[in-house]
């Protein structure tokens, strides 16, 4: 599973295509980069109609992989190091949406999966049995 990105990609493509992938994850990205273990601040959100060329540091067109067994780390840090992206991939926890920071060592699968609503099952107990 893999994304193209180009200097004519838009960031809302981007965070589209991983959203199809992927629907309880989410791809946002800043104009700095965040250390190990920081949370990336509001206010250095980049707006999602903005174009690619307009905040890559490096400009490499090319290929991005985003396979189910890839980490939330490994995928942060070739965003940035092959296309100079700083992005941050969130996760949803009920009706919030939670930076990876402690689980940037789980797969995108394992982090999308964490996503999901549970299930609740409702308990029903057998209905009394007719007495002859």
Do not use: C
Not at 22 to 36: D, G, S, T, V
Not at 78 to 93: T, V
């Amino acid at each position: 599973m893999q994304i193209y990105i180009s200097e004519e990609s838009v960031i809302k493509e981007i965070q589209e295509k991983f959203r199809t992938l992927y629907p309880y994850l989410k791809l946002e990205f800043y104009r700095k980069p965040h250390l190990k273990g920081e949370y990336s601040p509001e206010e250095d959100k980049i707006s999602s109609d903005t174009p690619i060329e307009n905040i890559r540091l490096r400009n490499n067109p090319g290929w991005m992989d985003i396979s189910y067994y890839r980490t939330a780390a490994a995928v942060e840090h070739d965003l940035s190091y092959i296309f100079g992206l700083n992005a941050q991939i969130l996760r949803k926890a009920g009706t919030l949406w939670l930076e990876t920071i402690d689980t940037d060592s789980w797969t995108l699968e394992e982090l999308n999966n964490a996503g999901k609503p549970s299930q609740r099952y409702s308990l029903r107990y057998p209905e009394e049995p007719d007495k002859e």
